[in-house]
């Protein structure tokens, strides 16, 4: 999860007295390393995902699940084998908000050979088979997005209760104990509120079933007064950065060869992130009640909105010089390789001129000072005075926390590895296969764009439109998504230098549904996997690999028509045919353990889901 930087957190009094240090040294540092590697070019492909597991402890007897709080000797055993053979393990493991979380990832990247492709599922495999065998007992590696009674009473294992008067978070669900220990987490949570001025809101629609209350509104009498002003009829409430960042994803990582290819990917694949979001849909499930939504997103958005009653329009600025849309968490705000289908932005007016000042382009500039709006949110008062040269952390405090759907990623200092981007919409995958087939979408996606110049530019609003709607219920089958008509471009012509030199229209774009979009339709649309598969038959590919990528697209294009489910309904119907459930939208005990103990057995492959996976 971004920047782990060791030593003392300062409080956000503190931290703030440095913000404008922060923001300078860290413009500073961008500069240094775009002016050494902004000619750097015919780097590699190199690529790999990322994935976050979930440990729970499940009890048989009393057919309850719990999510384990595991202690740090766990990830320090995990990593032996990658500290002894620097390079040589084939699995890699880090530390992750909840202290029931990891994260894990091919000990290297892949590469251009086709033959990788067949070494995604396998690798995955192996990351869940060395933290089950690390686990023993009754604890379980689960491949969910969100456990579904997270912050319910006694929902950790071992049981805290939360602190609302002197907690990090104080949060009247979540206990800091669920927080893993590392300094920058505790930290992040508690600054995020003090910087708010007030706990995180988090509101979720509630899903009505036949016998949900209408309207719905929780007894929320024993807590504190702000927890009974603050939650919403209709709406499950949560008020902590746990409820967020203790949720899991899949995300994917690609080296271009390039700064301006590193560009225009972004660009194209913050177009695809609402298409993904929704395909990959698998959290309906919010503190043991029944949602309204399908995806991960907007909780997240609202788990890290740090932004002051002015900042949200709510009161007239007098503190701060600006009124801020969004969350640091949300779709990307601008296009970065043409300005054409852009908005305006709020920027950093004083980083924007500077950068302006050092030859860095208009759009790449607005990128960059749009991120610098924000506040730095840790500081180790070990490392408040940094060389510019040398060092990337302040230039990162303020990139690693804006999180947004794409991730344009400079080239650390002092290393071989070259511009790159970060594709992160994705929920979590019960299997390894799904989450594999996912990978392996994006990734020959991404070859596809770069090999036929694809043009898939619309609207910057559009975009951030198609994510609200992506996370909607059943997305998939029920919402239509703005996708460009024709996505191919004219000889010598980049999409980029199209776009430029395009009039934006819109007869450009239309609404679309995703399986017009994926797998297309005769006079609307060619769709993205045809156009994949005319890409590969110019690949030189052996028959295992191509089988590999069949099976692969074969679940994407049944999922986006419908024939297989996401994980999110399948999930629903199985909450619904639950015996245990009175239709209520309340998940009880014995339904979690029931719903987690039939994932645990998909994921482990112990048991097929023909509705997940088909016959594939």
């Given at each position: 999860?971004?920047?782990?930087?060791?030593?003392?957190?300062?409080?956000?009094?503190?931290?703030?007295?440095?913000?404008?240090?922060?923001?300078?040294?860290?413009?500073?540092?961008?500069?240094?390393?775009?002016?050494?590697?902004?000619?750097?070019?015919?780097?590699?492909?190199?690529?790999?995902?990322?994935?976050?597991?979930?440990?729970?402890?499940?009890?048989?007897?009393?057919?309850?699940?719990?999510?384990?709080?595991?202690?740090?000797?766990?990830?320090?055993?995990?990593?032996?084998?990658?500290?002894?053979?620097?390079?040589?393990?084939?699995?890699?493991?880090?530390?992750?908000?909840?202290?029931?979380?990891?994260?894990?990832?091919?000990?290297?990247?892949?590469?251009?050979?086709?033959?990788?492709?067949?070494?995604?599922?396998?690798?995955?495999?192996?990351?869940?088979?060395?933290?089950?065998?690390?686990?023993?007992?009754?604890?379980?590696?689960?491949?969910?997005?969100?456990?579904?009674?997270?912050?319910?009473?006694?929902?950790?294992?071992?049981?805290?209760?939360?602190?609302?008067?002197?907690?990090?978070?104080?949060?009247?669900?979540?206990?800091?104990?669920?927080?893993?220990?590392?300094?920058?987490?505790?930290?992040?949570?508690?600054?995020?509120?003090?910087?708010?001025?007030?706990?995180?809101?988090?509101?979720?629609?509630?899903?009505?079933?036949?016998?949900?209350?209408?309207?719905?509104?929780?007894?929320?009498?024993?807590?504190?007064?702000?927890?009974?002003?603050?939650?919403?009829?209709?709406?499950?409430?949560?008020?902590?950065?746990?409820?967020?960042?203790?949720?899991?994803?899949?995300?994917?990582?690609?080296?271009?060869?390039?700064?301006?290819?590193?560009?225009?990917?972004?660009?194209?694949?913050?177009?695809?992130?609402?298409?993904?979001?929704?395909?990959?849909?698998?959290?309906?499930?919010?503190?043991?009640?029944?949602?309204?939504?399908?995806?991960?997103?907007?909780?997240?958005?609202?788990?890290?909105?740090?932004?002051?009653?002015?900042?949200?329009?709510?009161?007239?600025?007098?503190?701060?010089?600006?009124?801020?849309?969004?969350?640091?968490?949300?779709?990307?705000?601008?296009?970065?390789?043409?300005?054409?289908?852009?908005?305006?932005?709020?920027?950093?007016?004083?980083?924007?001129?500077?950068?302006?000042?050092?030859?860095?382009?208009?759009?790449?500039?607005?990128?960059?000072?749009?991120?610098?709006?924000?506040?730095?949110?840790?500081?180790?008062?070990?490392?408040?005075?940094?060389?510019?040269?040398?060092?990337?952390?302040?230039?990162?405090?303020?990139?690693?926390?804006?999180?947004?759907?794409?991730?344009?990623?400079?080239?650390?200092?002092?290393?071989?590895?070259?511009?790159?981007?970060?594709?992160?919409?994705?929920?979590?995958?019960?299997?390894?296969?799904?989450?594999?087939?996912?990978?392996?979408?994006?990734?020959?996606?991404?070859?596809?764009?770069?090999?036929?110049?694809?043009?898939?530019?619309?609207?910057?609003?559009?975009?951030h439109e198609n994510m609200r709607r992506a996370q909607t219920r059943n997305a998939v089958l029920d919402q239509k998504f703005?996708?460009?008509?024709?996505?191919?471009?004219?000889?010598?012509?980049?999409?980029?230098?199209?776009?430029?030199?395009?009039?934006?229209?819109?007869?450009?774009?239309?609404?679309?549904?995703?399986?017009?979009?994926?797998?297309?339709k005769e006079g609307v649309f060619p769709g993205l996997i045809p156009l994949m598969d005319e890409y590969l038959r110019g690949v030189d590919m052996d028959v295992v690999?191509?089988?590999?990528?069949?099976?692969?697209?074969?679940?994407?294009?049944?999922?986006?028509?419908?024939?297989?489910?996401?994980?999110?309904?399948?999930?629903?119907?199985?909450?619904?045919?639950?015996?245990?459930?009175?239709?209520?939208?309340?998940?009880?005990?014995?339904?979690?353990?029931?719903?987690?103990?039939?994932?645990?057995?998909?994921?482990?492959?112990?048991?097929?889901?023909?509705?997940?996976?088909?016959?594939?």
């Amino acid at each position: 999860m971004g920047l782990l930087d060791g030593g003392s957190p300062l409080s956000w009094d503190e931290t703030k007295k440095h913000a404008d240090l922060i923001r300078a040294t860290g413009v500073q540092q961008f500069l240094a390393i775009y002016e050494r590697l902004r000619d750097r070019e015919n780097d590699c492909l190199k690529w790999g995902d990322e994935i976050e597991f979930t440990v729970v402890h499940f009890d048989h007897e009393k057919k309850t699940a719990q999510l384990q709080l595991t202690k740090p000797s766990l990830l320090e055993k995990l990593q032996e084998a990658e500290n002894a053979n620097p390079g040589e393990s084939p699995t890699a493991w880090r530390p992750e908000y909840g202290s029931f979380m990891l994260e894990a990832t091919p000990g290297g990247p892949f590469g251009g050979a086709t033959t990788d492709f067949n070494h995604i599922e396998e690798n995955m495999k192996l990351r869940r088979k060395e933290l089950n065998e690390m686990l023993g007992g009754t604890d379980r590696c689960m491949n969910i997005t969100c456990f579904p009674r997270l912050g319910c009473p006694n929902f950790t294992n071992p049981s805290y209760g939360p602190k609302p008067t002197s907690s990090a978070s104080h949060s009247a669900f979540f206990p800091d104990e669920a927080i893993n220990p590392h300094p920058r987490f505790s930290t992040l949570t508690r600054n995020i509120r003090q910087r708010r001025g007030s706990k995180v809101a988090i509101h979720v629609p509630i899903y009505r079933d036949e016998n949900t209350p209408m309207p719905f509104v929780e007894d929320l009498s024993a807590h504190d007064e702000e927890t009974q002003q603050t939650a919403k009829p209709d709406h499950i409430y949560m008020d902590a950065m746990g409820f967020g960042m203790g949720m899991s994803c899949l995300q994917v990582t690609f080296q271009a060869c390039s700064i301006a290819e590193g560009r225009m990917l972004y660009d194209q694949l913050a177009i695809i992130c609402p298409i993904v979001l929704a395909l990959s849909a698998s959290t309906p499930i919010y503190r043991g009640l029944l949602s309204d939504r399908d995806c991960r997103w907007s909780v997240i958005e609202q788990s890290v909105d740090d932004r002051t009653l002015e900042e949200r329009g709510l009161e007239p600025l007098s503190k701060h010089p600006y009124a801020i849309p969004r969350s640091r968490y949300g779709p990307v705000s601008c296009y970065l390789a043409s300005g054409t289908y852009n908005d305006e932005v709020v920027l950093n007016r004083e980083v924007y001129d500077t950068l302006r000042a050092a030859g860095i382009d208009h759009l790449l500039a607005t990128h960059m000072a749009h991120l610098f709006i924000r506040d730095p949110l840790t500081l180790f008062s070990e490392q408040i005075h940094q060389d510019v040269k040398k060092e990337s952390n302040h230039f990162e405090n303020i990139q690693s926390t804006n999180w947004q759907s794409m991730r344009f990623k400079p080239p650390p200092p002092n290393s071989s590895i070259g511009w790159r981007v970060e594709f992160r919409p994705a929920d979590l995958q019960l299997t390894p296969f799904q989450n594999a087939a996912l990978v392996m979408f994006v990734v020959i996606l991404t070859r596809t764009i770069l090999s036929f110049n694809l043009n898939f530019y619309i609207p910057i609003a559009k975009v951030h439109e198609n994510m609200r709607r992506a996370q909607t219920r059943n997305a998939v089958l029920d919402q239509k998504f703005y996708f460009r008509k024709e996505v191919a471009t004219a000889d010598g012509h980049t999409a980029a230098s199209a776009a430029d030199c395009a009039k934006p229209s819109e007869d450009e774009y239309e609404e679309m549904d995703i399986d017009t979009i994926i797998n297309g339709k005769e006079g609307v649309f060619p769709g993205l996997i045809p156009l994949m598969d005319e890409y590969l038959r110019g690949v030189d590919m052996d028959v295992v690999t191509r089988c590999t990528v069949s099976r692969s697209f074969e679940l994407i294009k049944k999922r986006a028509s419908g024939e297989l489910k996401t994980v999110a309904r399948w999930m629903r119907e199985f909450v619904a045919a639950h015996p245990d459930y009175q239709k209520d939208s309340v998940i009880n005990e014995r339904v979690n353990y029931d719903l987690l103990m039939a994932c645990d057995r998909i994921s482990s492959g112990e048991e097929k889901c023909r509705d997940l996976d088909g016959s594939l």
